[in-house]
């Protein structure tokens, strides 16, 4: 019979492998939606004993995984509307671990993509798994006082706001063109009168 491991030995595997992520997401309906996962593995893991990478749907019908550099996603929902993407970040000298993301893009959210989806990570050492829980919220409907047809609707409100916003500026405005009306009739009326004048200097004795 094979020793127990001790509590420190476990902890130390845990922190040299493991995978984490939000516990809850939120989204509207339509939009797209990142699931991220973050990934430690031992900075001296070779990538022949780095196994798949994998998210499930909360329905266990549809997952993505990441093998040997390939992704693919399979079951009709995530073919269709998912896709996945890792990347890795270098690890300095002497560290011991090595730190990574995986990237579970869902497009088109409806409200029944609401549930858990679980990350995986697989390697030669071990299988870790991690949950998020995925909320997507209906389309918010608008206002009643946003309603843009009634006869006390937003539009006709903001109508009004600006008429009387812009009702002393109107005013002044409205005075100084009336200034330059009356001005501007003095200045025919003198004109008339000098061409009137000429006429009359101009007519034979």
Known sequence: MGLPKNSASAT???????????????????????????????????SDRLYER???????????????GITKCHGDDFVRRAEI???WYPSSDGEATRHGQILLQLRNVTM???GWYQ????????INNVNTRLVVKESSEQPEDDDTTGPNSKQERVVVAAWWEGFGAGVVVGAGGLGL??????IAKLVIRRNDSEKTSSVPV
């Open 12 to 46: 130390e595997d845990e922190i040299l492998q493991c995978i984490t992520t939000e516990p809850h997401v939120e989204a509207i309906e339509g939009e797209n939606v990142d699931l991220i996962f973050n990934l430690t593995i031992p900075a001296d893991l070779s």
């Open 54 to 68: 994998t998210v499930w749907s909360a329905d266990r019908q549809n997952y993505c995984e990441i093998y040997r």
């Open 85 to 87: 993407s890792e990347i």
């Open 112 to 114: 029944g993509d609401t």
């Open 119 to 126: 990350g995986e990570l697989k390697t030669a050492h071990d």
């Open 181 to 186: 009306v009356i001005i501007g009739v003095v």
